[in-house]
């Protein structure tokens, strides 16, 4: 069964500093690879999408990439920002039914 | 832009209510799906459609029941409310085509069972 797993939980970071999300999953037979934004109470915010045959996406200040043969996928933000405060939630698509399954996230703060 | 709308943010029933979430897409997507987000356990599954008429279950099923009458709307339905069902739920929707394209999600719908 697949698994996906977000590590760290928690990270914070003062203003403007680089940092790396990390997200590893099991098995490798996936469609793509989803990193979305939740801010507290509210919904979720689809950021990167990067399909099975990519190894990277880029969106502004965000740069995710995909490394299937290792099970691993990092979210990169540069210069982050106070308003980058929130917790980031890494789904993968795969299964016969191309369902979505979620890491727990890691909650960033970032400090001014 | 893709538009997913869920019928209210907060909702407060009591035990052994049937309780309503509808979710409203305007993408004209096919498939659509209900998640229930708690903490420690993160977004599970608990139904989804592929068209209209047609469901399937999810991770979490149990207590649970949907409808899909029309194409934009998905409706998850509390048969009867109990406390372990208060949670966020999320609705979410996506063009066919299986696991190739990315789900849009709708704000939530905080409910309480008391």
């Known amino acids: 069964k697949q698994e996906v797993t977000q590590i760290p939980a928690a990270l914070s970071v003062p203003e403007g500093e680089n940092l790396v999300l990390n997200c590893s999953f099991t098995?490798?037979?996936?469609?793509?690879l989803q990193w979305f934004r939740q801010d507290p109470g509210k919904g979720l915010t689809s950021l990167l999408l990067?399909?099975?045959?990519?190894r990277e996406q880029t969106s502004g200040r965000l740069n995710a990439s995909l490394d299937k043969s290792s099970g691993r996928s990092t979210l990169y933000i540069a210069a982050s920002q106070p308003g980058d405060s929130a917790t980031y939630l890494c789904?993968?698509?795969?299964?016969?039914?191309?369902?979505?399954?979620f890491g727990k996230g890691t909650k960033l703060s970032v400090k001014p | 832009d893709v538009k997913v709308t869920q019928s209210s943010r907060y909702l407060v029933k009591r035990t052994g209510e049937k309780v309503f979430l509808e979710c409203v897409q305007d993408m004209d997507h096919e498939n659509m799906f209900w998640y229930r987000q708690d903490p420690g356990l993160g977004l599970r599954l608990i139904y989804f459609s592929y068209d209209v008429k047609m469901k399937e279950k999810g991770d979490i099923p149990e207590g649970y029941s949907v409808s899909r009458e029309k194409k934009e709307r998905f409706s998850l339905i509390l048969e009867s409310a109990s406390t372990n069902q208060t949670s966020m739920y999320l609705c979410?929707?996506?063009?066919?085509?299986?696991?190739?394209?990315?789900?849009?999600f709708g704000p939530g719908t905080r409910l309480t069972v008391t």
């Open positions: 990067i399909q099975s045959s990519q």
């Open positions: 979410a929707s996506r063009t066919q085509g299986g696991g190739f394209y990315e789900q849009y």
């Open positions: 789904a993968l698509t795969g299964g016969s039914q191309g369902n979505l399954i």
């Open positions: 098995d490798s037979a996936i469609y793509n």
